[in-house]
């Protein structure tokens, strides 16, 4: 890592005191990616508001990012409240810290922590799995045949990595064969990790694509596109190598000014691209990967592929009466939800927070941050006989990394405006060493600061 420290593009002294200083003080220490949360020292402070007193069970399916954070504000707003969280993962894994691991940039263990530490003391946690949910009778059927019957219910059940739909993949062959994939784990980020550097130190031909389902973090593959590219220049092999992206539609990413910037880019780093692509089936002992294209399939030869999984809701959700009734979110499983309020669109004692909303935006931690508070301000408000004016606008945020000590710190909306959270400090759309160094030191504590209630 020396030699990185010595390559990375130079800053002002003067500059790199005053963001340490702020990043120290808990100022953009305190961003979750981001929305400006600001706080004074290493405190998070926390406005004290009075609680809604009531004896409703609220039940909250999925423990993760999302599930946890609804925990957490329920119980920081409800006095008396049945809380249950259902659930069977004990280890939470910090998604976002995939791509570092899978840089070679954090450790294995990096993204772990343990979800006991994050369960409101209010809340009941179930370790078993949702089989069932049936909203017409409000009741959730877990994997043992318990039945709990539920006056609100939240569904936070992430989604789903379906390697299965690409012919000859599968999940063990990760860290194999030239094959990388972060996804799943971040045993699979390291075992990714080993691939790109040894890749990196001899060059060859990179392959890299993104489905055409939904998915989370739909920044992670240029991500590590670019970082990929970089290591390449920086061991002396990107004259041996060509770097191509398969985009699965007609744009490198959803925000037209980010596409175009990246567009530019890749063309000053020739990282070469392709549209209308969708990896459907991979050959790992010949190297082969095929896509299908408008045009008929096409084979291509890699030395190294980053393989990315389509992604669906989980049966549970697929298959019962949440899940949109037509159209692309039909097919793909996700849950029918207003997209300002995240209440169901048939159901308006549910809502759906995290990558299993059906909406056009928010598949990232960031959006959690954003769109878990606007569903249990209105919970609360139904319970109190009052009507919440709460609405996510779509806020998604990614720290899009495209070198090493370099990332843009994109945010923006359904309308696809960018929201900079620190216009004047933070240009959206400009390599920045600041936004390197809150994707890799500032968010994760802020990450798990927000699933205890305290963001």
């Known amino acids: 890592m020396e030699k990185q420290k010595k390559d990375n593009p130079p800053m002002q002294c003067n500059g790199r005191r005053k963001a340490l200083k702020l990043l120290a003080g808990g100022g953009i220490g305190a961003v979750l990616a981001t929305g400006a949360t600001i706080t004074t020292g290493n405190a998070l402070s926390q406005p004290k508001t009075k ?4 004896s409703a069970h609220i039940v909250i399916v999925g423990a993760g990012a999302a599930g946890l954070t609804a925990a957490s504000k329920l119980a920081r707003s409800l006095e008396g409240a049945k809380i249950t969280l259902i659930d069977t993962e004990e280890v939470n894994n910090y998604q976002p810290g995939f791509t570092l691991i899978g840089a070679g940039l954090k450790p294995l263990n990096y993204t772990k922590s343990t979800t006991a530490s994050y369960v409101p003391k209010e809340a009941n946690w179930v370790k078993e799995m949702a089989v069932e949910i049936d909203p017409d009778a409000n009741k959730v059927v877990t994997s043992s045949g318990k039945v709990f019957d539920y006056d609100y219910l939240i569904v936070a059940t992430g989604l789903t990595l379906r390697y299965d739909k690409i012919e000859g993949m599968d999940i063990s062959l990760i860290g194999k064969e030239g094959i990388t994939s972060i996804y799943p784990s971040p045993e699979a980020a390291y075992a990714s990790w080993q691939v790109m550097s040894k890749f990196t130190d001899v060059g060859g031909v ?10 989370k973090c739909a920044g992670a593959p240029i991500k590590y596109t670019c970082l990929t590219e970089d290591y390449l220049v920086r061991k002396g ?11 699965q539609n007609k744009t490198l990413f959803s925000v037209p000014i980010i596409s175009e910037r990246i567009r530019m880019m890749w063309l000053e780093r020739d990282i070469k691209w392709n549209y209308d692509r ?3 089936a991979i050959d790992p002992g010949k190297k082969i990967a095929t896509f299908s294209t408008p045009d008929g399939n096409d084979e291509m030869k890699y030395d190294m592929i980053h393989v990315v999984p389509p992604m669906y809701a989980p049966d549970v959700i697929k298959n019962s009466p949440l899940a949109w009734q037509s159209g692309k979110f039909g097919d793909e499983g996700w849950m029918e939800v207003d997209m300002s309020t995240l209440r169901h669109a048939r159901y308006k004692n549910v809502f759906g927070v995290g990558d299993i909303a059906g909406v056009p935006k928010g598949k990232t931690g960031a959006s959690v941050k954003w769109q878990v508070p606007v569903a249990v301000n209105h919970i609360v408000a139904d319970i109190a006989g009052e009507v919440s004016d709460s609405k996510y606008n779509g806020y998604t945020s990614c720290p899009l990394l495209t070198r090493l000590g370099r990332a843009m710190l994109i945010e923006f909306d359904y309308n696809n405006n960018l929201t900079p959270s620190f216009p004047g400090l933070i240009a959206p759309l400009e390599e920045q060493w600041l936004s ?5 030191t500032s968010l994760q504590p802020n990450y798990q600061a927000m699933m205890r209630g305290l963001m």
């Not at 993104?210 to 998915?215: A, H, V």
């Not at 390197?436 to 890799?440: F, L, N, Q, R, S």
């Open 237 to 247: 092999t990107r004259d041996k190598s060509e770097i191509i992206f398969n985009a």
């Open 51 to 54: 609680k809604v007193k009531t």
């Open 278 to 280: 969708e990896l459907i």
């Open 206 to 215: 990179g392959i890299f694509h993104r489905p055409k389902t939904e998915m």
């Open 436 to 440: 390197w160094i809150m994707k890799t």
